[in-house]
């Protein structure tokens, strides 16, 4: 039973050959998420809810840190709120789902289930702001959502996901800009810090941008297969929601004006980007400040003396040291099949102790990113094992940063822009003059979408459109998306 076991890890496609095929057998064999029984809903098992949790709580930290409360608001939304801003009900009402019935009775009123919680902070807030003096209220919660997808894929789109949504509102616009693009840096520096993800940031053009949004901020990653994902967004609406919601305040001379307002957030989606940036061959590839175990112990020929002994021993100390440690004893399955297993699950490192390595006072090792060998002295492991999971997330982000560097290609052309899609696989580059008409040709010729743009003034590559050659506004980060 055991060795028809161990070839488990055969039945996972081959990367190169079928990206999305690898990407749904890894995620489904290393026990992370199975298909929920409604069409597009998963079941986020515990190895990747623990990802989730570990996710969750160092992003938590930043966003408290940077002067926001936490709080929860009710999934449920009235139809009439949602219906208060054009624009907004436009841009979900495609996705919304709804709510007709409650028990036998039919509702006179039809209640939306949370597409995105806009709509009922800003009632709220229109119930507790009366002066400057409350302001700025800083919001955030974690929660779920659900958009009724018609393509899904677990952890990319799905019909309800997990996500954190911040909502703030301030007497200035000066205040709301800088919000925004605080909680746009706080997103790139925690997913480069903790995820080992290097990000595109910019700013989304008008079609792009957030329903509702007078401007759209975005983090952008670069999967393995050259594909785009948006995994986090920052929107500033300035009076927009607050004039349709009526959120004034008393300024200091007395004066009632309305607020502005900004919101911002990522989803569950950054546990697809971490598994289709660092994964290979054999698996996931785990960055080790989300790793649910950041070390496995594996004992080799454990019925010989003093091994299980020593392994149990290790465990302690490193758990005594804050590292997050799995001792596999199982004694139903072999060495092989463990090792298999561990890799497939992404650990980022496996310590081994065998007879002979006890006789050498030492473990021997194996770093997931590299598959590097080495052995390791138990004298002072716990800082060893530290030092070398460090090291393991500033190799995995050095490595995504040289793949993000070597898949973007500036062009100047409609021509190299497609050889570049198309062979080159990844960011494009290229000069846009800000009419929508040139965005929608380029994604009708080449499905490339505009991911965001740069807001250096002193970032050009030409200074015509690579479109129709008139005078360029913007340079644009182009792709093929998820």
Known sequence: MAKKQESFVEFIANPKVDFPRWYTDVILQSQMVDYGPVHGTMVIRPYGYRIWELLQAQL??????????????PLFIPESYLRKEAEHIEGFA??????????????????????TSETI???MYSKWVQSWRDLPMKLNQWANVVRWEKTTRPFLRTSEFLWQEGHTIHATPEEAEEETMLMLEVYREFCESVLAIPMVTGRKT????????????????????????????????????????????????GQEEYVYETSWGVSTRLIGAIVMVHGDERGLVLPPRVAPHQVVIVPVAAHKGGVSEACEALYERLTKAGIRVKLDDRDTVSPGFKFNEWELKGVPLRLEIGPRDLEKNQAYCLRRDTLEKFNLSLDDIEDSVKEILDSIHDTMLEKARAFLAAHTFDAHSL????????????????MWCGDQACEDKIKELYSATSRNYSTDPNDHIDDVCVCCGRKAQHLVYWARAY
């Open 206 to 253: 008008e079609k792009e941008k957030f329903a509702g949004a007078v401007s759209t901020f975005s983090i952008e990653a670069l999967m393995q297969d050259g594909k785009a994902l948006q995994s986090g967004t920052s929107h500033n609406f300035a009076q927009h929601f607050s004039k349709v919601f009526d959120i004034k305040f008393q300024n200091k001379e």
């Open 60 to 73: 938590n930290e930043r966003i408290i840190a940077t002067g926001h409360e936490n709080a929860y608001f």
């Open 94 to 115: 495609p996705e919304v789902a709804w709510v007709t019935q409650g028990g036998d009775e039919v509702l006179t009123e039809r209640i939306v289930v949370r597409p």
């Open 415 to 430: 021509e190299e822009m497609q050889d570049r899609l198309d062979n080159g696989r990844g960011y494009v580059r290229a």
């Open 121 to 123: 902070f800003c009632a």
